[in-house]
């Protein structure tokens, strides 16, 4: 049955989008609310296992995380956070075919959704620009300590906090999805008053725009460096060598993670930008629902890249073992070798001088029995 606009609490609006539409119900067929409730459990189960894991796996080693894993980790604490916090509320909706948490519900929802999203997005940025001054100024990496990585931990939360806090005091808001079973930011404010305008410019900017151009001039730098310089680090000893393998391997996790974050986001900035600032009803609501299940799986990428790079990284360095221990064991046979051989040459020295020895004496006896046992006296 549709809510009428006058049936709901005085504080409680429509979103202007719906009109006197009921704005919990979904606008999608029973088989779709099924078919999304089932991948969401499916990459709620995953997530939470996989990011689980990785924290599990970090606290067995905690007093070793340097401070790039320490970042990684806060994407593991973001990601569990979406999947424990948000996807139950929209899997139960789903299988319900509406959304029956209410208003209350469904701001929280929001609030934690856009809250973990940012904070993860930020962290991101904080990595890219942490392998950019490591990988493109060495001197960097001499003095940032873990304490650095806790502070910068403690700025990122400060600043998802703020812009997602914003819209429950007032500056903006949270509103159901035009499909129904979820709630996001309220896009749709923008096309409603100038004031709805500049916030949601401002959060396009500090919590999109920035954070993306940032990650991106920071790879695009590191990428033309690494290319520059792949032929020194070659001359490089072992001990440089291995600490730059290694660096490369948290940069590339953090590549890896970039981008599977922004290709599973950016279809939904896309679609939330045109519903802002263009037609939202141009967009069919069947279509509208797909960006958002793409962008509700980017929790579960993160561990799987975390894992398949560590493993390529423990298989290079096993590879390296191998062949180090075989060269060391070539090394260990030619020296065996050589030793035997001199030990021949001289056994086969002693031998002879041995031989001549005895031949000497037996010739000075035959002269002294010649002589009649008598030696000329000097």
């Known amino acids: 049955m549709a809510l009428n606009h006058t049936a709901l609490p005085q504080d409680e609006r429509l979103p202007h989008y719906l009109g006197d539409e009921d704005p919990f119900a979904s606008k999608l067929s029973w088989e779709a609310d099924l078919v999304a409730g089932f991948y969401l459990t499916i990459i709620g189960i995953l997530s939470t296992f996989g990011n689980g894991y990785v924290l599990y796996m970090s606290s067995r080693r905690k007093k070793k995380l340097r401070p790039a894993e320490i970042m990684t980790i806060n994407l593991a604490v973001c990601d569990l956070g979406i999947s424990v916090v948000g996807k139950p509320f929209t899997i139960i909706s789903c299988f319900c075919h509406r959304w029956v948490f209410g208003w209350f519900g469904c701001r929280w929802y929001g609030w934690a959704g856009f809250f973990f999203g940012c904070g993860s997005l930020i962290t991101m940025t904080a990595v890219s620009l942490d392998r950019y001054l490591k990988i493109c100024y060495l001197s960097y990496g001499v003095w940032l300590k873990r304490k650095h990585a806790y502070i910068c931990l403690a700025a990122i939360w400060a600043y998802a906090c703020f812009w997602t806090t914003m819209p429950l005091v007032?500056?903006?808001?949270?509103?159901?999805?035009?499909?129904?079973?979820?709630?996001?930011?309220?896009?749709?404010?923008?096309?409603?008053?100038?004031?709805?305008?500049?916030?949601?410019?401002?959060?396009?900017?500090?919590?999109?725009?920035?954070?993306?151009?940032?990650?991106?001039?920071?790879?695009?730098?590191?990428?033309?460096?690494?290319?520059?310089?792949?032929?020194?680090?070659?001359?490089?000893?072992?001990?440089?060598?291995?600490?730059?393998?290694?660096?490369?391997?948290?940069?590339?996790?953090?590549?890896?993670?970039?981008?599977?974050?922004?290709?599973?986001?950016?279809?939904?900035?896309?679609?939330?930008?045109?519903?802002?600032?263009?037609?939202?009803?141009?967009?069919?609501?069947?279509?509208?629902?797909?960006?958002?299940?793409?962008?509700?799986?980017?929790?579960?990428?993160?561990?799987?890249?975390?894992?398949?790079?560590?493993?390529?990284?423990?298989?290079?360095?096993?590879?390296?073992?191998?062949?180090?221990?075989?060269?060391?064991?070539?090394?260990?046979?030619?020296?065996?070798?050589?030793?035997?051989?001199?030990?021949?040459?001289?056994?086969?020295?002693?031998?002879?001088?041995?031989?001549?020895?005895?031949?000497?004496?037996?010739?000075?006896?035959?002269?002294?029995?010649?002589?009649?046992?008598?030696r000329p006296v000097f």
């Open 170 to 374: 007032g500056l903006g808001d949270y509103a159901p999805e035009p499909f129904g079973t979820s709630c996001t930011l309220d896009w749709w404010l923008a096309q409603a008053s100038g004031g709805g305008q500049v916030f949601i410019l401002n959060i396009l900017f500090f919590c999109l725009l920035l954070p993306t151009a940032v990650i991106v001039f920071s790879y695009v730098k590191i990428i033309a460096k690494v290319k520059s310089s792949s032929k020194e680090v070659a001359h490089f000893d072992s001990r440089i060598h291995s600490s730059h393998v290694l660096e490369m391997k948290l940069t590339k996790v953090a590549m890896l993670i970039c981008a599977g974050f922004l290709i599973a986001w950016i279809p939904y900035a896309v679609v939330s930008v045109w519903s802002a600032f263009g037609r939202p009803e141009s967009i069919p609501i069947q279509l509208s629902v797909v960006p958002t299940l793409l962008a509700k799986s980017a929790a579960m990428y993160n561990p799987i890249i975390y894992q398949v790079i560590d493993y390529k990284f423990t298989c290079c360095q096993a590879g390296g073992l191998r062949s180090t221990k075989k060269k060391s064991l070539e090394d260990f046979r030619l020296h065996t070798v050589t030793a035997v051989r001199k030990s021949s040459a001289v056994l086969e020295i002693h031998q002879e001088s041995s031989s001549r020895f005895t031949s000497a004496h037996v010739m000075d006896g035959e002269s002294h029995s010649n002589d009649g046992g008598k």
